[in-house]
């Protein structure tokens, strides 16, 4: 089966700019999650989706960070506008559900830098 | 706080050397522990799930263990080579959320 995919795998911008990632889940798996992975640290999850309704965006920076799932496949990051301490790699991943026995898929990541 | 720890934080070793990687957790009522693999500049390769009803799960020369109670689970690699280098991750998986550690980078020299 084709995995999780991401696009762009690198982007530099400028603080103040705007970026945005894109995401393509497996197919049938209903769950998708964004996390942010500061270099050294482990993943941290930024949201959660489940179809295309939100589960948990309780980390998200709102005032800045907006993400969507449109039609419960595909899914946007957008960052808006950008500060230095977003640089990262975006990590989406998907599940087939959300709970219980379900291993989770990781896209290769978009590593963002933000200059 | 739910809280996902891993130690050591590097270990460099000779190859053929068996190694223990240890993950603990604050909070007991877990569905499941997840260890992933993750080589530079890549995304998080899935190596073993243990459901919470388990205590172990096998995959080739990989051996997780998990014990709730203590919330602690290991990670067991028998004869090391050096393309298992790369940083190993735990993760809790809860009611709707995997929690991640910082990973254990793992260097093993030929």
């Known amino acids: 089966e084709a995995g999780v995919a991401q696009s762009p795998r690198y982007k530099i911008i400028e603080k103040r700019q705007s970026v945005a990632f894109w995401c393509n889940p497996i197919?049938?798996?209903?769950?998708l999650y964004w996390y942010q992975q500061i270099l050294g640290q482990g993943p941290k999850l930024l949201i959660q989706?489940?179809?295309?309704?939100?589960?948990?965006d309780s980390q998200l920076p709102k005032d800045r960070f907006s993400a969507e799932r449109l039609k419960g496949v595909d899914s946007t990051l957008k960052i808006q506008p950008a500060k230095l301490e977003d640089s990262a790699v975006y990590l989406c991943?998907?599940?087939?559900?959300?709970?219980?026995?379900?291993?989770?898929?990781f896209g290769a990541g978009s590593r963002l830098t933000v200059l | 706080k739910q809280e996902v720890t891993q130690i050591p934080a590097a270990l460099s070793v000779p190859e053929g050397e068996n190694l223990v990687l240890n993950c603990s957790f604050t909070?007991?009522?877990?569905?499941?522990l997840q260890w992933f693999r993750q080589d530079p500049g890549k995304g998080l390769t899935s190596l073993l799930l243990i459901q919470s009803s388990q205590r172990e799960q096998t995959s080739g020369r990989l051996n997780a263990s998990l014990d709730k109670s203590s919330g602690r689970s290991t990670l067991y690699i028998a004869a090391s080579q050096p393309g298992d280098s790369a940083t190993y991750l735990c993760a809790r998986g809860g009611t709707y959320k995997y929690i991640f550690g910082t990973g254990t980078r793992l260097k093993v020299l030929a």
């Open positions: 909070d007991s009522a877990i569905y499941n």
């Open positions: 991943a998907s599940s087939l559900l959300s709970t219980g026995a379900n291993v989770l898929t």
């Open positions: 197919s049938g798996h209903a769950t």
């Open positions: 989706f489940q179809n295309n309704g939100v589960v948990d």
